[in-house]
C-alpha cells in the first residue's frame, strides 16, 4: 500500500514538472533562429507569391496565431486526443515517427548500458579490493581517460582503426530494426556504437564503485564478517557489493540523460537509424512538433528511471521504507 502511495503521488509531483518543461522548451524552440518557411519557399518565385504562399505554409503549419495559442493548440491535442501533432517535413504523425525509432534506439542505449556494468562492477570491487596497486593505478588512469575523452572523439577513433584500417565493423548501414531483420548483421553493426556509447560509461561507473566499494569494507560489520571466519567471497561479494550497489542504482538511473545525449550524438555518426537521429534531423530542419516530440519523450523517460531508481532502493536494502518518505 506505502509503496502504491508513493509512486502515485511521485506520478502526481512529475505532472507540473512535465508542463514546465514544455513551456520551456516550446519558448525556446519559438525564439531559435532561422526560419522554417524557408523550407517551403519556391526560389524562383516573384515576391508576391513568396508572400502569398507563406501566408499558405503558416497557416497550414498552425503557426498563423501567436505563441502562446499554439503551445495552447499543441498541449490541447496532446491531452484531449494524445495527438502530438504531425512532421512539418511529411506531415506524418509525430507519435509514429518517433514510435519507430525507439526500438533502435533501445537496443543501442540498453547494450551500451549492461556492456559498461558488466565491465565496471568487477573492476570497481577488484580496484577497491586492491586499493593502490598496479593493476589499480592502471585503472584510475583509463577511467579518467574516459570520462575526459569527447563520445564523438571516441567514436572518430574507433571508426579509424576498427573499421577503416582493420575492416572488423561495418561504419554504418544499418536498416531500420523492422526491415530484413538478421541478428548478425544487426551485431555487426552495434558492437562499434555500443562499445564507444558505453566507453565513457565504464569510467565512471568504475569510479563509483570504487569509492561506494572502499566505504563499505572499512565498516565494523564487515570486520566481524571477517573475524568469524567468513570467506573472503562472501564477505565482498555477498555483504559489501550488495551495500555498495544502493548509490550505484541512483547514478545509473541519472546517467540516462547522459546516455541519451551521448546515441544522439553516435546515431548521427554511425547513422543509426534511432530517435537521436531523428530528433538531429528535426532541429536541422526546423521541425517543431518532431522536436517537442523527443523533448517530452526523453523528460518523461528520465522521470521513469527516477522513480524506478527508488523503488529499487526498498528493493535492495529493508531498511528503506517508503512510510518514512511519507511523513
Not at 507519435?95 to 525507439?102: D, G, L, N, S
Not at 553493426?189 to 562499445?195: E, K, S, Y
Not at 546516455?259 to 553516435?266: C, D, L, P
Not at 547513422?271 to 516530440?293: K, S
Amino acid at each position: 500500500m506505502a509503496l502504491r502511495n508513493y509512486i502515485v503521488r511521485r506520478i502526481f509531483q512529475a505532472i507540473p514538472l512535465l508542463f514546465i518543461i514544455s513551456v520551456l522548451s516550446y519558448l525556446l524552440m519559438a525564439l531559435a533562429p532561422g526560419d522554417v518557411l524557408a523550407l517551403f519557399e519556391d526560389p524562383g518565385a516573384t515576391h508576391a507569391a513568396t508572400m502569398l504562399q507563406r501566408e499558405r505554409v503558416l497557416e497550414r503549419l498552425g503557426l498563423d496565431v501567436p505563441i502562446h495559442m499554439q503551445y495552447f493548440n499543441w498541449i490541447k491535442g496532446i491531452l484531449l486526443d494524445a495527438n502530438f501533432g504531425y512532421s512539418f517535413l511529411d506531415g506524418q504523425p509525430v507519435f509514429h515517427k518517433i514510435v519507430e525509432r525507439i526500438p533502435a534506439t533501445l537496443w543501442l542505449t540498453g547494450t551500451a548500458l549492461v556492456i559498461s556494468l558488466i565491465i565496471a562492477i568487477p573492476i570497481g570491487v577488484y580496484s577497491a579490493v586492491k586499493r593502490n596497486s598496479f593493476v589499480d593505478l592502471l585503472f584510475s588512469f583509463y577511467s579518467y581517460l574516459g570520462i575526459s575523452s569527447p563520445a564523438f572523439f571516441v567514436a572518430l577513433i574507433g571508426i579509424l582503426f576498427f573499421s577503416l584500417k582493420l575492416g572488423w565493423v561495418p561504419v554504418s548501414g544499418m536498416r531500420e530494426v523492422y526491415d530484413h531483420f538478421s541478428l548478425v548483421d544487426r551485431i555487426k553493426h552495434l558492437i562499434l556504437p555500443a562499445t564507444v556509447l558505453s566507453f565513457g560509461m565504464v569510467a565512471g561507473n568504475t569510479r563509483f564503485i570504487r569509492s561506494s566499494m572502499l566505504e563499505v569494507i572499512n565498516q565494523d560489520y564487515i570486520r566481524t564478517a571477517r573475524a568469524k571466519g567468513v570467506s573472503e567471497f562472501k564477505v565482498i561479494f555477498k555483504h559489501s557489493l550488495r551495500n555498495a550497489l544502493l548509490p550505484i542504482i541512483t547514478i545509473v538511473a541519472m546517467q540516462l540523460p547522459i546516455i541519451v545525449g551521448g546515441a544522439f550524438i553516435i546515431e548521427q555518426i554511425f547513422g543509426w537509424p534511432g530517435l537521436g537521429r531523428l530528433a538531429i534531423t528535426a532541429v536541422f530542419m526546423r521541425d517543431y512538433p518532431l522536436i517537442m516530440g523527443t523533448t517530452m519523450l526523453v523528460a518523461v523517460a528520465v522521470i521513469i528511471c527516477n522513480l524506478f531508481a527508488d523503488i529499487m532502493y526498498a528493493v535492495i536494502d529493508p531498511r528503506i521504507r517508503f512510510q518514512k518518505r511519507e511523513m
